[in-house]
C-alpha cells in the first residue's frame, strides 16, 4: 500500500492525498512518530498526542545523550529506543535515521513538521536563551550555556540554521521510500495548521466511547 501524504500549505489549499486515506484527522493512531527540524515543535507535539491517545512519550534526544552530551553508541542507542517501544501505544519524537527502520517502519502515522526558518530560528533563539538563563536541566543533567547561545560553532541556533535543508531533503527522501510507504504521512507548513490538526485529535477515551 502506498503512503498517504497530506499536505495544507497555504499555498496549495487543496489537499494533496496519495492513495486513499480516511477523512478524519486521526483514524486509529497507536504508532506515531514526529519529525521535522530543530525548533519546529517535534516534542511539544508528541507530548500532547501522546496525552491525547494514551499512549507512552518517547524523546530520542532523552535516549540518546548521556552526561555532558556525550552520544550513546549505536548498538546501545538502538537498544534503548527497541525497549521503549515494546508497548501497544507510543509517540516518539526525533529524527534520528539509524533507528529509522525500528520506528518509522513500524509507525502507523508519521507527522512531518515542515515549518521554514521564519517558524523555527526565532522559536530556537528564544528557547536557548530561556534554557541558559534559567539554566534548566534538560535530559541527564545536561544544559545549555549562555556563553554558547551565539558562539558559530556550538550554537543550537547556528545549528537550527545550518540543518534545516538538509533535514527537509531528508524527508523529502524517506517520503519515497519503504519506511513510510505503509504509513499516513501528515505534512504540515505552519504553526496554525499543526494547531488546527492537533485540536482534530480526539482523546482515546472519546474514540472507545464512539466505538
Do not use: C
Amino acid at each position: 500500500m502506498k503512503n498517504r501524504i497530506r499536505t495544507t500549505s497555504p499555498s496549495r489549499r487543496k489537499r494533496r492525498t496519495i492513495s486513499a486515506a480516511p477523512d478524519d484527522a486521526t483514524g486509529d493512531m497507536r504508532r506515531v512518530v514526529v519529525v521535522g527540524a530543530p525548533g519546529s515543535g517535534k516534542s511539544t507535539v508528541a507530548a500532547v498526542l501522546a496525552e491525547r491517545l494514551g499512549a507512552a512519550h518517547i524523546e530520542l534526544d532523552e535516549l540518546f545523550h548521556r552526561p555532558d552530551w556525550a552520544p550513546t553508541p549505536t548498538p546501545e542507542f538502538r537498544a534503548k529506543v527497541a525497549a521503549a517501544i515494546d508497548v501497544p501505544r507510543w509517540v516518539v519524537a526525533g529524527n534520528y535515521v539509524v533507528t529509522a527502520d525500528l520506528t518509522h517502519a513500524r509507525a502507523d502515522t508519521i507527522v512531518w513538521l515542515d515549518l521554514g526558518r521564519r517558524h523555527t530560528i526565532p522559536r530556537v533563539a528564544k528557547r536557548s536563551i530561556r534554557r541558559a538563563v534559567r539554566r534548566e536541566q534538560l535530559w541527564n543533567g545536561n544544559r545549555e550555556r549562555l556563553r554558547d547561545v551565539l558562539h558559530p560553532k556550538r550554537s543550537m541556533i547556528a545549528e537550527a540554521w545550518n540543518v534545516h535543508r538538509a533535514h527537509r531533503a531528508k524527508f523529502e527522501q524517506l517520503s519515497t521510500t519503504p519506511l513510510w510507504a505503509h504509513a499516513d504521512v501528515h505534512r504540515f507548513r505552519t504553526p496554525s495548521e499543526v494547531t488546527e490538526w492537533l485540536a482534530s485529535v480526539q482523546r482515546a477515551e472519546d474514540r472507545d466511547q464512539l466505538g
